[in-house]
T-cell receptor
Framework: EAQVTQNPRYLITVTGKKLTVTCSQNMNHEYMSWYRQDPGLGLRQIYYSMNVEVTDKGDVPEGYKVSRKEKRNFPLILESPSPNQTSLYFC?????????????FGPGTRLTVT | AQKVTQAQTEISVVEKEDVTLDCVYE???????LFWYKQPPSGELVFLIRRNSFDEQNEISGRYSWNFQKSTSSFNFTITASQVVDSAVYFCALSEASGNQFYFGTGTSLTVIP
């Protein structure tokens, strides 16, 4: 089944404790992206990756890191999480082949930072 | 700067009524892409439609239809004969020509009352 998976789905952590949210897709998509969803703000793009080893900042990159060492994986790293990073996080992927730009989203990761 | 506005925060309709969700966008690009996504109460994000800036044809898919008007920078979504299963948050989104950076509206929460 074609899908984007994220782990963990739920995470409660404390301020300053480094964490990684994994994202993996099995559709051989070139493009992957991370978003956060907050009430009243919709989805905001954190980082995106056009291909392996190619990443760029979205609208709200502060406090986050990403890496794209393999085509299928795009982990999101919070080196020193803070309470304002409490949010619902979505990973997405798409072909981005000049014709197809629609993104397919993972199930989301609900992060709480205390 | 790119921006997507969904002025309707919440809409309630009675089953079988028609409802239109508004989306207004801002961009300086001549080539861009517009999207609608659905987020049902279960939380996943489901792709509904993509429109290219150079294709102003309206589209109909079953009970769903989309009206794209460049003159008013709008990409509105109409559900005909609404059903309870249409209850969800609907997001409009804009992407620039490369398809890398995405800008989402704040979403419209639709409740269909049986």
């Amino acid at each position: 089944e074609a899908q984007v998976t994220q782990n963990p789905r739920y995470l409660i952590t404390v301020t300053g404790k480094k964490l990684t949210v994994t994202c993996s897709q099995n559709m051989n998509h070139e493009y992957m992206s991370w978003y956060r969803q907050d009430p009243g703000l919709g989805l905001r793009q954190i980082y995106y990756s056009m291909n392996v080893e190619v990443t760029d900042k979205g609208d709200v990159p502060e406090g986050y890191k990403v890496s794209r060492k393999e085509k299928r994986n795009f982990p999101l790293i919070l080196e020193s999480p803070s309470p304002n990073q409490t949010s619902l996080y979505f990973c997405a992927s798409s072909l981005n082949d000049g014709e197809s730009y629609e993104q397919y989203f993972g199930p989301g990761t609900r992060l709480t930072v205390t | 700067a790119q921006k997507v506005t969904q002025a309707q925060t919440e809409i309630s309709v009675v089953e079988k009524e028609d409802v239109t969700l508004d989306c207004v966008y801002e961009t300086r690009d001549t080539t861009y892409y517009l999207f609608w996504y659905k987020q049902p109460p279960s939380g996943e994000l489901v792709f509904l439609i993509r429109r290219n800036s150079f294709d102003e044809q309206n589209e109909i898919s079953g009970r769903y239809s989309w009206n794209f008007q460049k003159s008013t920078s709008s990409f509105n979504f109409t559900i005909t004969a609404s059903q309870v299963v249409d209850s969800a948050v609907y997001f409009c989104a804009l992407s620039e020509a490369s398809g890398n950076q995405f800008y989402f509206g704040t979403g419209t929460s639709l409740t269909v009352i049986p």
